[in-house]
């Protein structure tokens, strides 16, 4: 598999101070056609109109004194899936979930051990297709500190927090390209304090990105 690395600067402005009304706000508002969010088979309908595997991640925003945070994992190296990735919180869909916020919220506690009760739902992204055969419904949480973590050793290495700022500017949007099966695939990638935010959690973030800086 050859990788081309290949930086392109997507546009809007960084976004500093938010407060949880305004994140509200903005996820409510309708979304102009011109927000393009991105997903693995976004150009690939043969794929997305198969059966999929039904799947949340929480997007926790915490509401830190010094500007806003994304509480992000690790995965461990040992596992079999994603092994070492950095994900949000989050995973398949169980048949005793009430719906896509349920399924986010129960894996958060599953995974870190972030009570329900310190996540208040500010709004939903746009379901994000992957190509092995996902459709993942990013939920976006706000969290009132202070809360406290207790993360399943046997799938996460680490949890950390990256300033909501940082991720929002459009110059850490990287944009990575490689060859497979014949193809070309592309994919986001947002290097940050030695830690290398990619695939899919890099994918979800700018679609955040394009609807608040739109």
């Keep these: 598999m050859l990788i081309e690395q290949q930086t392109t600067l997507l546009p809007g402005s960084p976004i500093a101070g938010v407060?949880?009304?305004?994140?509200?706000?903005?996820?409510?508002?309708?979304?102009?056609?011109?927000?393009?969010?991105?997903?693995?088979?976004?150009?690939?309908?043969?794929?997305?109109?198969?059966?999929?595997?039904?799947?949340?991640?929480?997007?926790?925003?915490?509401n830190r004194p010094s500007g806003a945070t994304v509480l992000l994992t690790q995965r461990t190296a040992?596992?079999?899936?994603?092994?070492?990735?950095?994900?949000?919180?989050?995973g398949r869909a169980e048949p005793e979930?009430?719906?896509?916020?349920?399924?986010?919220?129960?894996?958060?506690e599953e995974e870190v051990g972030l009570g329900r009760n310190h996540v208040?739902?500010?709004?939903?992204l746009a379901d994000?297709?992957?190509?092995?055969?996902?459709r993942v419904t990013p939920v976006v949480g706000w969290i009132?500190?202070?809360f406290s973590l207790n993360p399943d050793s046997f799938e996460v290495a680490d949890v950390f927090e990256v300033p909501l700022d940082f991720l929002m500017h459009p110059a850490r949007h990287e944009r990575h390209s490689y060859e497979s099966n014949g193809?070309?695939?592309?994919?986001?990638?947002m290097p940050y304090e030695g830690r290398h935010i990619?695939?899919?959690?890099?994918?979800?973030?700018?679609?955040?990105?394009?609807i608040l800086a739109r």
């Design 19 to 62: 407060t949880r009304d305004w994140l509200r706000d903005r996820l409510a508002a309708p979304r102009s056609e011109e927000v393009r969010l991105h997903g693995d088979v976004v150009d690939r309908p043969e794929v997305a109109s198969r059966d999929a595997i039904s799947a949340s991640v929480l997007v926790p925003i915490v």
């Design 78 to 90: 040992h596992l079999a899936d994603h092994a070492g990735q950095i994900s949000f919180p989050g």
């Design 97 to 108: 979930d009430a719906g896509p916020v349920h399924t986010a919220l129960r894996e958060a």
């Design 120 to 124: 208040e739902i500010i709004g939903l």
């Design 128 to 134: 994000y297709w992957t190509i092995t055969g996902y």
């Design 144 to 146: 009132e500190p202070p």
């Design 183 to 189: 193809g070309r695939r592309q994919y986001f990638a």
């Design 198 to 210: 990619w695939g899919a959690t890099a994918a979800i973030i700018v679609n955040l990105h394009r």
